[in-house]
Every structure is written in structure tokens, then in C-alpha cells.
């Protein structure tokens, strides 16, 4: 049986996730967060005290990796790291954990496992050029650097997380750098994809956005 995909790829806090995920509810598709998956990686280099930029540290971090994901929580090593996953010292290290050749193969090959048998919308930086070049909807989702920062710093402060504005603005700058310069499946807008700026969207006007596209394009297909 044929499965649907969306793909959402854009920089650091953009909306994504928040518009996956509500996309998934409507059509009742399953969501993938795939840059929890690099952020976990991450999380465990920085537990065995590793430098995130060396390959070699990269490639023996990745020998004993044990990640689960359950519906939208995460584990490492059997403890959900879900919320952990976010702080601050994840993301100043994830672009670096995550640029090599090894650890990208290695989830791509998870998240289009996990798309052979769903319908599916998965969020990321390479999704709609690397990991489902096929899918039924590429979205690229942009907003300006004070929308993404002013959102995140509010996102955090929430949670409850201790952060300055400042260092979340430096955060998004230097990752949006780092991601879309690399040398493995850099960051950048696949010429099929659809480009939706989000600075002065609501949650709901993205979310509806994207399900009346898919149903366009799916449609097309039909
Ligand atoms: O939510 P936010 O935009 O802050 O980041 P994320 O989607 O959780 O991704 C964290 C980092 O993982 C990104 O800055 C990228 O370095 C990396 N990533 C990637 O390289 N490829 C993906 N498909 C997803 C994330
Ligand atoms: O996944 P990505 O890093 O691209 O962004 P996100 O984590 O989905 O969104 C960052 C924050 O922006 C969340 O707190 C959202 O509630 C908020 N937001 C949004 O996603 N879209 C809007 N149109 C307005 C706010």
C-alpha cells in the first residue's frame, strides 16, 4: 500500500514541529521529530564527556547509541530525555554532533524505515531532499530571526528553562550557519518545495495552510 508523506524543512524555530504535529492530528498521520533524534545523539556524546566535532569520537559514540522513540517522547538508554533534550547545551552542540557522514546515514535510514509503513509528516533540514525526495508535499517553513528567537525565549521561559534572549538569538544564528554550510545534506530548499513564511502566521493559519496544500497535492496524485 502507497503511504503519504509531508515533508517541513526550515531553520531553528521556525514552527515546525508545532506545525507537524497539528498537521498530523487532522489528517491523522504519524509525526516524526527528527531533529529530537539528532538532539538525543547529542545528549548522549555529551554524557561520555565527547567532543561533538570529532568524527572519531562521532563514529565510537554511535557503537553504543540505544534510542527509542515512543509516540512523541523520547528515550535514551531506557530514560525519557524528551524535555532534556531542549536545554541549551543540546543545542549549541547538535549542529556540530550532527554533521557527520555516520550519524546522518544512520537516522535517515531509521526515519525512511519508519515511512515505508506510515502515513507520514516528518520535520528536519534534509527530509524533502534527502530522507523522502518522493514526498507528496515538500513544505519549506521560514520566519525572521526575531520571530523565531521571540518564540523560542517565550517556549523556554514556560518551561520553566533559565535562558537569555541573547543567547537564544547567538543559538538559532549560529546553528542556521553551521547547518546550511555543511558539507553532508546541508540545510537548504529543495526546488519543489513550497516556501511558507510564517513571521505573522498563527499556529492555526499554518496548520490549515499545509492540510488545504496536502489535499491539493494529493489530489493531483490521485
Ligand atoms: O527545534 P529546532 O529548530 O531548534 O531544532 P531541531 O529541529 O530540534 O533540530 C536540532 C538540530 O538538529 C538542527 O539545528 C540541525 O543541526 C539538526 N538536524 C538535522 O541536521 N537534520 C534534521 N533532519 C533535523 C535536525
Ligand atoms: O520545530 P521548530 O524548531 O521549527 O519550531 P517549533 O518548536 O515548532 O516552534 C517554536 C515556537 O514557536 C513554539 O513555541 C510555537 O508554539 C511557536 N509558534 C509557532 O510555532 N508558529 C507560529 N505561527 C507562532 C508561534
Given amino acids: 500500500m502507497k503511504h503519504y508523506s509531508i515533508a517541513i524543512d526550515g531553520p531553528a524555530a521556525s ?3 508545532t506545525a507537524g504535529k497539528g498537521v498530523s492530528k487532522v489528517l491523522n498521520f504519524t509525526y516524526l521529530d527528527t531533529g529530537s533524534m539528532y538532539r538525543c545523539f547529542t545528549l ?9 566535532s570529532s568524527l572519531s569520537d562521532a563514529e ?8 527509542d522513540l515512543k509516540g512523541e517522547k523520547i528515550f535514551l538508554d531506557g530514560t525519557d530525555v524528551s524535555e532534556r533534550i531542549r536545554e541549551m547545551d543540546v543545542s549549541s552542540n547538535v549542529s556540530e554532533a550532527c554533521k557527520h557522514k555516520a550519524v546522518r546515514e544512520k537516522m535517515v535510514k531509521i526515519q525512511q524505515e ?7 509528516v516528518m520535520d528536519g533540514r534534509d527530509i524533502s531532499t534527502v530522507v523522502l525526495p518522493d514526498a507528496t508535499l515538500k513544505i519549506y517553513q ?4 526575531k520571530a523565531r528567537a521571540t ?13 537569555s534572549y541573547e543567547d537564544i538569538v547567538k543559538d538559532i544564528e549560529n546553528r542556521d ?17 513550497i516556501l511558507l513564511d510564517t513571521s505573522e502566521m498563527t499556529i492555526d493559519d499554518v496548520i490549515n495552510m499545509i492540510v488545504s496544500l496536502f489535499k491539493m497535492k494529493a489530489g493531483e496524485n490521485e
Avoid: Q, W
Avoid at 519508519?114 to 507520514?120: E, L, P, R, T
Avoid at 521560514?142 to 530571526?145: F, K, L, R
Avoid at 558539507?183 to 519543489?192: A, F, H, I, K, Q
Fill in 15 to 17: 514552527g515546525k514541529s
Fill in 44 to 52: 548522549h556524546m555529551l554524557n561520555k564527556n565527547m567532543d561533538c
Fill in 60 to 67: 565510537e559514540a554511535l557503537k553504543d547509541f540505544n534510542m
Fill in 114 to 120: 519508519f515511512a515505508k509503513d506510515h502515513d507520514v
Fill in 142 to 145: 521560514v520566519a525572521s530571526v
Fill in 151 to 163: 518564540r523560542r525565549y517565550e517556549e523556554m521561559r514556560n518551561k520553566g528553562i533559565e535562558v
Fill in 177 to 193: 550557519r553551521i547547518d546550511s554550510t555543511r558539507e553532508n545534506s546541508p540545510l537548504t530548499r529543495s526546488e519543489d518545495a
